[in-house]
């Protein structure tokens, strides 16, 4: 036989790690109740509902709008903020401090506050993943401000005085590698935050559903849940996030 | 000190302090329209601030500098730096890197007539072919062609270099002297051009301005009439010149900072 390339052994033995866990789970399964341990078939099944059923399909895509809503809010005043302490420099402190306060309260304790400002809703929803983003492209966009080149800012303060050309000529393109990076770490902090979040303070998305399965001892459901996220997080990590880097990555690789 | 018509740049007893030391305490000097001056001085003696303070990129304590018989601000329209680095936008490529100098200036020109622009002035410095590529695709020699011709697309008045080749190997850095006298002679600029090289400043220069170590003065104004394309070894005023400045130099290295 010949000797397999290094990459093949690899893929070889990721994939047969794969078949032993879902033997092992099967096997698992068998000896264990439906309420502590669905098999793997009928997870694959409920997860297949959220194909056939609009209500289950509607609460995934509820889960998708406030994650993307709250990483649009997130990314506009986080940037908004730290080019604020960029320019402004009376706002840096304040700006700094607000970072860390935002930084140490957990998902949690917001999502409470949020019920109780906002009621059960999406815009619960969203304040709360939104509001842990913050501090993450608030100190991400902050040291990317700090890093930009300042020889590169020179070369532009010798050509204009126009302080809107430069910055969307310069310093805006010169961060969007920062921009892309933070989004990507802010996404999947922001997937994980939703469930909290919906669980808590929704009255739609996986977390709600996860809700509603917790109480009818649902175990499968939850465990179509979690396959579903992690599925869809894969999906936008690779379709979406790392071909823009690759490109960005390309184009912005220093001379 | 009274500026004559064709002085370009003027700087009148010129004080510049700068983190608690004193840069420069009286400096004078003049560039006339279209002349090629180099600026020759020992490392840290202020060359490159003073090209920054002609293109008020900083902002002197006292004395007086005029640039087209008006004060830096109001004339930075005027001129255009090639630093010693490229200062390339990583994600542009060549053309649109020259084109980012006009886009910044702004002005009334449209997309076509900038891109007609930038084409021509890539043209003059020999890089037409590699218009479309990024800078990580250039060489280093090739990438300050494309901040020269960043610099010269906004046509300016003048050329403010700042020891623009000193980081381009030996060859490349005779052959880009070579091409920046002929672009010279072609485009009839004013060209300030600061470096620490006295070969440099002898090949290039029609006039030499010899910078003392800080408190900086010029201490020295040599005019060079031999015809371009010069051989240092083969002019008898120039190989004087030369023993002269490097005797000088020395001097001014050893007691230096």
């Not at chain 2, 104004?221 to 394309?229: D, F, K, T, V």
Request: with cysteine; net charge positive.
């Amino acid at each position: 036989m010949r000797a397999l390339s290094l990459n093949t052994r690899r893929k070889l033995a990721a994939h047969l790690f794969v078949i032993a866990l879902l033997a092992v789970w099967t096997v698992a399964a068998l000896r264990l109740p439906g309420y502590v341990l669905p098999a793997p078939l009928t997870v694959l099944e409920r997860v297949g509902d959220f194909f056939i059923s609009v209500k289950l399909a509607s609460h995934a895509a509820a889960s998708i709008f406030h994650v993307a809503a709250a990483l649009v809010l997130a990314f506009a005043i986080g940037t908004a903020l730290a080019l604020a302490g960029r320019y402004l420099p009376i706002t840096r402190v304040l700006i700094g401090r607000l970072s860390a306060f935002l930084n140490s309260f957990s998902s949690v304790g917001w999502a409470l506050l949020a019920i109780l400002w906002f009621g059960l809703n999406d815009i619960a929803v969203i304040f709360v993943i939104g509001i842990i983003l913050l501090p993450i492209y608030m100190i991400n966009m902050q040291a990317a401000l700090d890093q930009l080149d300042s020889e590169l800012l020179e070369m532009t303060a010798s050509f204009t005085r126009s302080w809107p050309r430069a910055f969307t000529l310069v310093v805006l393109p010169a961060l969007y590698p920062f921009m892309l990076a933070t989004t990507r770490i802010a996404f999947g902090i922001a997937w994980k935050v939703a469930l909290t979040a919906e669980l808590f303070g929704g009255n739609s998305g996986f977390g709600f559903l996860v809700n509603l399965a917790r109480q009818d001892i649902d175990t499968s459901r939850i465990f179509a849940v979690i396959a579903l996220m992690i599925v869809i997080s894969f999906l936008a990590d690779h379709l979406l996030f790392a071909p823009l880097e690759r490109h960005l990555t390309r184009h912005y690789a220093d001379a | 000190m009274n500026a004559t018509p064709d002085e370009i740049i003027c700087f009148d007893r010129v004080r510049l302090r700068f983190g608690g030391e004193t840069i420069f305490d009286d400096l004078s000097f003049s560039v006339r329209q279209g002349e090629f001056v180099c600026i020759l001085g020992p490392s840290g003696c202020g060359k490159s601030t003073a090209l920054r303070l002609i293109g008020d990129l900083l902002q002197p304590d006292g004395g007086a500098i005029t640039v087209g018989g008006r004060a830096p601000r109001e004339s930075w329209q005027r001129l255009a730096f090639v630093f010693q680095s490229p200062r390339l936008a990583p994600w542009r490529t060549a053309i649109d890197n020259v084109m980012l100098g006009m886009e910044l200036r702004g002005g009334e020109r449209d997309g076509a007539q900038m891109r007609e622009r930038a084409e021509e002035a890539l043209a003059l410095v020999g890089l037409k072919q590699d218009a479309a590529k990024y800078p990580r695709m250039l060489s280093g020699g090739e990438r300050q062609r494309v901040a020269i011709a960043r610099a010269l697309a906004v046509e300016p008045q003048i050329v403010l270099m700042d020891e623009p080749f000193s980081a381009l190997d030996p060859n490349t850095r005779q052959r880009m002297r070579d091409e920046l006298v002929t672009i010279w002679q072609r485009t009839k600029k004013t060209i300030v051009f600061v470096t620490h090289d006295v070969d440099e400043a002898l090949t290039l220069a029609d006039r030499i301005l010899l910078f003392s170590n800080k408190p900086t003065r010029v201490i020295d104004q040599i005019a060079l009439s031999a015809p371009r394309p010069r051989s240092l070894a083969d002019d008898a005023a120039l190989a004087r010149h030369r023993a002269e400045l490097i005797a000088m130099f020395a001097g001014l290295e050893r007691t230096g900072p």
